[in-house]
């Protein structure tokens, strides 16, 4: 099984901030990776899909880059809708795997 | 608009059975494999299982296998997951969910429906 390790688990970042969230693979999964946003009580939602393409209607100040097996996820300029739990996903193989997940606070 | 609906959640005892459902609406669902994902409560996400868009495949994470199955009912728009022999670390929010791209499997999860809470608790 491939796993995902996201660093950090938890991060305390203010308004305006900018943000880095990192995925590491435990094997290449070319670019089969998405980021997902998830609010309190909510549903998991797409972001950035191909390790960098932005899902239709996900502000432009959200961003993906990576092959392989490091991957980061960037936002620019911290909103306070930002602030939830992120993401990543490989899609390179079964069984479909997600990393532990970061936590976004506000500081 | 793409909605998808799961039910049949609620309390269970070890042990029991329980089958989950997913309603599909506005879009075609027999072009799209479709999956089950559950988070554990204040836990992160566990792919679960997934069914090609005919239904002639089927995958499954190992923590289920032999004990969940996924299916489809295309004529209804349904999908569909049996749980049986359930134990308490099967307690989670059952998620269904759509690959983005049609016909494929592997492929990014969008859209999500809403969940439903299945706990597995005497």
């Known amino acids: 099984d491939i796993q995902l390790t996201q660093s950090p688990s938890f991060l305390s970042a203010s308004i305006g901030d900018r943000v880095i969230i990192t995925c590491r693979a435990s094997?290449?999964?070319?670019?089969?990776l998405a980021w997902y946003q998830q609010k309190p009580g909510k549903a998991p939602k797409l972001l950035i899909f191909?390790?960098?393409t932005l899902q239709s209607g996900v502000p432009s100040r959200f961003s993906g880059s990576g092959s392989g097996t490091e991957f980061t996820l960037t936002i620019s300029s911290l909103q306070p809708e930002d602030f939830a739990t992120y993401y990543c996903?490989?899609?390179?193989?079964?069984?479909?795997?997600f990393g532990q997940g970061t936590r976004l606070e506000i500081k | 608009q793409v909605q998808l609906v799961e039910s049949g959640g609620g309390v269970v005892q070890p042990g029991r059975s329980l089958r989950l459902s997913c309603a599909a609406s506005?879009?075609?669902?027999?072009?799209?494999?479709m999956h089950w994902v559950r988070q554990a409560p204040g836990k992160g996400l566990e792919w679960v299982a997934g069914?090609?868009?005919?239904?002639?495949?089927?995958n499954y994470v190992d923590s289920v296998k032999g004990r969940f199955t996924v299916s489809r009912d295309n004529s209804k728009n349904t999908l569909y997951l049996q749980m049986n022999s359930l134990t308490a670390e099967d307690t989670a929010v059952y998620y269904c969910?759509?690959?983005?791209?049609?016909?494929?499997?592997?492929?990014?999860?969008?859209?999500w429906g809403q969940g439903t809470l299945v706990t597995v608790s005497s």
């Open positions: 969910a759509r690959p983005k791209a049609i016909a494929v499997a592997l492929n990014w999860f969008d859209p």
């Open positions: 506005g879009f075609t669902f027999n072009n799209y494999a």
């Open positions: 069914l090609s868009y005919d239904g002639s495949n089927k």
């Open positions: 094997q290449g999964i070319t670019s089969f």
């Open positions: 191909a390790a960098s």
């Open positions: 996903q490989q899609l390179n193989s079964y069984p479909i795997t």
